[in-house]
Nanobody
């Protein structure tokens, strides 16, 4: 049974930092493309960052230069380092996994809340 478990969310002031983690189990982690999505109240879920099985990252324009996605295949874990946080980054953040070479994310975590507020 595949499980993706996010952690690290919380309340932070504007300009602050948080590091999210996504621990995966039940899959061959190194064969999967991993992504971070977020969904703010009243908005559609959006892709924040994605990292290939080989470690190549890509980012949404809204987070470029502020967020860093990474992965440790030996630990079956993905991370999202979020710096210079803004109020508009407030959302539930989800990690997701899809097999390399496919377009659809097969597995999703339960989400972790990130709130940026003074």
């Amino acid at each position: 049974q595949v499980q993706l478990v996010e952690s690290g969310g919380g309340l932070v002031q504007p300009g602050g930092s948080l590091r999210l983690s996504c621990a995966a189990s039940g899959l061959t982690f190194g064969s999967y493309v991993m992504g971070w999505y977020r969904q703010a109240p009243g908005k559609q879920r959006e892709l924040v960052a994605v990292i290939s099985s080989g470690g190549t990252p890509n980012y949404a324009d809204s987070v470029k230069g502020r967020f860093t996605i990474s992965r440790e295949n030996a630990k079956n874990t993905m991370y999202l380092q979020m710096d210079s946080l803004k109020a508009e980054d407030t959302a539930v953040y989800y990690c997701a996994a899809r097999r390399s070479g496919t377009a659809r994310y097969e597995y999703w975590g339960q989400g972790t809340q990130v709130t940026v507020s003074s």
